[in-house]
Nanobody, 121 residues
Framework: QVQLVESGGGLVQPGGSLRLSCAVSGIPFNMYSMAWYRQAPGKQRELVASITSGGGTNYAESVKGRFAISRDNAKNTVYLQMNRLKPEDTAVYSC???????????????WGQGTQVTVSS
């Protein structure tokens, strides 16, 4: 009954765009930060972007200026707009809601199943 359902992944050309969605149900949403993580083959999982309950955002340096995280509290959904995609953006992208209220990217939480993003010509 706790669900974080992701969509929007796929195969895109370098320089292209994708918009990921993560619909949250079964747990509170509005007062919590949300985050997007990614994990590429052979690499550690990394925090890509986060957004606070008030809409403040933070980004990994590698995606700053290209990605944008947003949320729609009426839909209990968090988005990740990805522009000017590069092959090194190829990874499984997962959304996460922390267990605890507070700053994003701290501690563990509820996870989505992950969606594959592949950037290739």
């Amino acid at each position: 009954q706790v669900q974080l359902v992701e969509s929007g992944g796929g195969l895109v050309q370098p320089g292209g765009s994708l918009r990921l969605s993560c619909a949250v149900s079964g747990i509170p949403f509005n007062m919590y930060s949300m985050a997007w993580y990614r994990q590429a083959p052979g690499k550690q999982r990394e925090l890509v972007a986060s957004i606070t309950s008030g809409g403040g955002t933070n980004y990994a340096e590698s995606v700053k200026g290209r990605f944008a995280i947003s949320r729609d509290n009426a839909k209990n959904t968090v988005y990740l707009q990805m522009n000017r995609l590069k092959p090194e953006d190829t990874a499984v992208y997962s959304c996460m809601r922390p267990y605890a209220l507070g700053p994003p990217g701290v501690g563990d939480g509820y996870w989505g199943q992950g969606t594959q993003v592949t950037v290739s010509s």
